[in-house]
């Protein structure tokens, strides 16, 4: 502000407003946007709910100066985008064989190893790395038409339980008209959370469990049942491909021919026994093997991954995430997310909705006497 329009504008008023505006945010959000997100919502051809959790770093409020860690300092975030898209159908399946990189030993094994690093939240890195805009790059590229086309994008961010996140998810998808669409896919990893959102409020979705979170599982498997040889690999790649095709009910069976002759674990087994990953992967893949028909997801013209998601989880850390990033537990955190994923929205709900509140230019704030009259 003072580089561009010559006001000193100090760190507490700055932080001052964002509350306020974060606050306001969940408000209008709760009032479904009413005189803020005003005109007709049409109807997409392709509508799109991707879920997944993030993480944000929070400090104690009220102890004065530096960071005082809250009891986690690393907190949860539920983040949910709605995409309304556009594709075509076929009567077959419009893209067989699977892409080049699942074909690729060290992608394949990048992606295992951050898999891994999510599931048990051990990172703790400020910034994306460099290849997160691999994802980027690739939506840029002209992609088959079977493929969704990104149209519109709005965004959901807070730290809400899921009970109420999810409620907060069906109120954008109502007033998006997602409801009324032709074709609806709700996609997201395997983490039983997310199903219950599914299940709860986007039953009439089709479900998707991201293909890359399942080639992870099953990098793992190929690896638990042959080592690290050349018959490990050509494992992958052929229940990858099977996988790909939509065929995983060969792929559990031939994993549970495995668990029969390594043996169950104990019930004091580590997670690193090879007995006990293997059951969790063959667990995995029998809790979400309805939600893995990829096959008629391609002729569907519906998506296949959750890549929209992660790559909006990564434009939130831009602002969020960075290196030495504090914020109060839980109004700053949660101010921060409402004003984040407002300017991320294709809708620009946040200029909207900051041109239409009081002590903008044109409006005046109501004197304190009126306010507490009201």
């Given at each position: 502000?003072?580089?561009?329009?010559?006001?000193?504008?100090?760190?507490?008023?700055?932080?001052?407003?964002?509350?306020?505006?974060?606050?306001d945010?969940?408000?209008?959000?709760?009032?479904?946007?009413?005189?803020?997100?005003?005109?007709?919502?049409?109807?997409?051809?392709?509508?799109?709910?991707?879920?997944?959790?993030?993480?944000?770093?929070?400090?104690?409020?009220?102890?004065g100066?530096?960071?005082?860690?809250?009891?986690?300092?690393?907190?949860?975030?539920?983040?949910?985008?709605?995409?309304?898209?556009?594709?075509?159908?076929?009567?077959?399946?419009?893209?067989?064989?699977?892409?080049a990189?699942?074909?690729?030993?060290?992608?394949?094994?990048?992606l295992?190893?951050?898999?891994?690093?999510?599931?048990?939240?051990?990172?703790?890195?400020?910034?994306?790395?460099e290849?997160?805009?691999?994802?980027?790059?690739?939506?840029?590229?002209?992609?088959p038409?079977h493929?969704?086309?990104?149209?519109?994008?709005?965004?959901?961010?807070s730290?809400?339980?899921?009970?109420?996140?999810?409620?907060?998810?069906?109120?954008?998808?109502?007033?998006?008209?997602?409801?009324?669409?032709?074709?609806?896919?709700?996609?997201?990893?395997?983490?039983?959370?997310?199903?219950?959102?599914?299940?709860?409020?986007?039953?009439?979705y089709?479900?998707?469990l991201?293909?890359?979170?399942?080639?992870?599982?099953?990098?793992?498997?190929s690896?638990?049942?042959?080592?690290?040889?050349?018959?490990?690999?050509?494992?992958?790649?052929?229940?990858?491909?099977?996988?790909?095709?939509?065929?995983?009910e060969?792929?559990?069976?031939?994993?549970?021919?495995?668990?029969?002759?390594?043996?169950?674990?104990?019930?004091?087994?580590?997670?690193?026994?090879?007995?006990?990953?293997?059951?969790?992967?063959?667990s995995?893949?029998?809790?979400?093997?309805?939600?893995?028909?990829y096959?008629?997801?391609?002729?569907?013209g519906?998506?296949?991954t959750?890549?929209w998601?992660?790559?909006?989880?990564?434009?939130?850390?831009?602002?969020?995430?960075?290196?030495?990033?504090?914020?109060?537990?839980?109004?700053?955190?949660?101010?921060?997310?409402?004003?984040?994923?407002?300017?991320?929205?294709?809708?620009?709900?946040?200029?909207?909705?900051?041109?239409?509140?009081?002590?903008?230019?044109?409006?005046?704030?109501?004197?304190?006497?009126?306010?507490?009259?009201a």
């Open positions: 502000m003072a580089r561009a329009c010559g006001l000193e504008i100090s760190p507490n008023t700055i932080e001052r407003i964002c509350l306020d505006v974060g606050h945010l969940m408000e209008a959000e709760q009032g479904q946007w009413k005189s803020v997100l005003t005109g007709e919502v049409p109807v997409p051809q392709v509508a799109i709910v991707e879920f997944d959790g993030g993480r944000i770093r929070t400090r104690q409020p009220g102890h100066p530096g960071v005082h860690l809250s009891a986690k300092g690393w907190n949860e975030t539920k983040n949910a985008i709605f995409v309304s898209a556009s594709s075509s159908t076929s009567d077959v399946d419009p893209d067989p064989e699977p892409p990189c699942f074909l690729d030993p060290d992608h394949v094994a990048k295992t190893e951050k898999a891994k690093i999510k599931e048990t939240q051990a990172a703790d890195d400020s910034l994306p790395d290849q997160d805009d691999d994802e980027s790059k690739r939506d840029r590229q002209i992609d038409p493929k969704p086309k990104r149209l519109l994008r709005t965004v959901l961010s730290m809400k339980n899921s009970r109420q996140f999810g409620k907060q998810m069906s109120r954008e998808a109502k007033r998006r008209r997602f409801n009324e669409a032709s074709r609806k896919a709700f996609v997201a990893d395997g983490l039983s959370c997310n199903w219950s959102i599914q299940e709860t409020h986007f039953s009439d089709t479900p998707i991201d293909f890359v979170h399942a080639v992870t599982y099953l990098f793992i498997a690896s638990v049942c042959y080592g690290h040889d050349e018959t490990a690999w050509c494992t992958y790649c052929q229940w990858m491909r099977s996988t790909w095709c939509g065929k995983i060969i792929v559990i069976q031939e994993l549970r021919e495995h668990q029969d002759r390594i043996g169950l674990p104990d019930e004091d087994a580590s997670e690193d026994d090879p007995r006990e990953q293997l059951r969790r992967v063959i995995y893949f029998e809790n979400n093997h309805t939600r893995m028909c096959d008629e997801y391609r002729r569907q519906l998506p296949t959750s890549a998601i992660e790559s909006t989880i990564k434009e939130m850390n831009y602002r969020i995430k960075g290196t030495e990033m504090f914020w109060n537990n839980p109004v700053g955190a949660e101010a921060i997310l409402q004003i984040r994923s407002a300017t991320l929205s294709d809708d620009d709900r946040l200029v909207r909705f900051l041109t239409r509140r009081p002590g903008q230019a044109k409006l005046r704030r109501r004197p304190a006497a009126q306010n507490q009259a």
